[in-house]
């Protein structure tokens, strides 16, 4: 089945040391996104890629960024984690179109713990 | 205001009932609501999307939107147990037709 998936599903770093999530999908959808989500709020978009575009959200801690070597793959790096920056990350995908939004479709997420 | 509101709950329903699950939005030019259910330490799964006034209905759900009055709710009908969850409304971001905003979710407890 054509499907988002998210490595690992649980990952523990220390506070300062940089820490690597990634996401792979099989469906072929051009725009991937990554949000953070924490407990009892909403998902909150950090950044996404329209096809190789990289698009930042203005308030995106410059702590977080991202690549997308190919279609297929897109990673969140955290370069110095602190404890404000434990949460679920979900990876979702889209297919961008004419018309209106297409749905996204989540991976399982990755729960990251600071120690 | 915020932009996509949601009641946090908990809504409670018996197995069997009806349970109605709301949402208002703030953007009159939305065009996308989206109806996501979340198990608790899971990620968001799509349950329903519509983009046109009225009723759309997939198995036990039915997505009801009415963009004069800028709400979008969701139903389902003979509520299981395995229904508990927390559901997201999501709603198009306006000038994108890929991003969205999520609500906070309400949190649906079905009482066997």
């Known amino acids: 089945d054509a499907m988002v998936i998210q490595n690992p599903r649980y990952q523990v770093t220390q506070f300062g040391k940089p820490v690597t999530l990634s996401c792979s999908q099989t469906?072929?959808?051009?725009?991937m996104y990554w949000y953070q989500q924490k407990s009892s709020q909403a998902p909150k978009l950090l950044f996404h890629?329209?096809?190789?575009?990289?698009?930042n959200e203005a308030d995106t801690p410059d702590n977080f960024q991202s690549r997308r070597p190919n279609t297929s793959f897109c990673f969140l790096d955290i370069r110095s984690p602190g404890l404000g920056d434990a949460a679920m990350y979900l990876c979702?995908?889209?297919?961008?179109?004419?018309?209106?939004?297409?749905?996204?479709?989540f991976g399982d997420g990755t729960r990251l713990s600071i120690l | 205001q915020k932009e996509v509101e949601q009641n946090s709950g908990p809504l409670s329903v018996p197995e069997g009932a009806i349970a109605s699950l709301n949402c208002t939005y703030s953007?009159?030019?939305?065009?996308?609501f989206f109806w996501y259910r979340q198990y608790s330490g899971k990620s968001p799964e799509l349950i329903m999307f519509?983009?046109?006034?009225g009723d759309k209905e997939d198995g036990r759900f039915t997505a009801q939107l009415n963009k004069a009055s800028q709400y979008v709710s969701l139903l389902i009908r003979d509520s299981q147990p395995s229904d508990s969850a927390t559901y997201l409304c999501?709603?198009?971001?306006?000038?994108?037709?890929?991003?969205?905003?999520f609500g906070k979710g309400t949190l649906l407890t079905v009482n066997p």
């Open positions: 979702a995908t889209s297919r961008m179109g004419q018309g209106p939004n297409q749905p996204q479709h």
């Open positions: 999501a709603v198009n971001i306006r000038g994108s037709n890929y991003k969205l905003t």
């Open positions: 469906l072929n959808h051009n725009v």
């Open positions: 890629y329209y096809d190789k575009d990289f698009n």
């Open positions: 519509i983009y046109s006034n």
């Open positions: 953007d009159r030019g939305s065009q996308s």
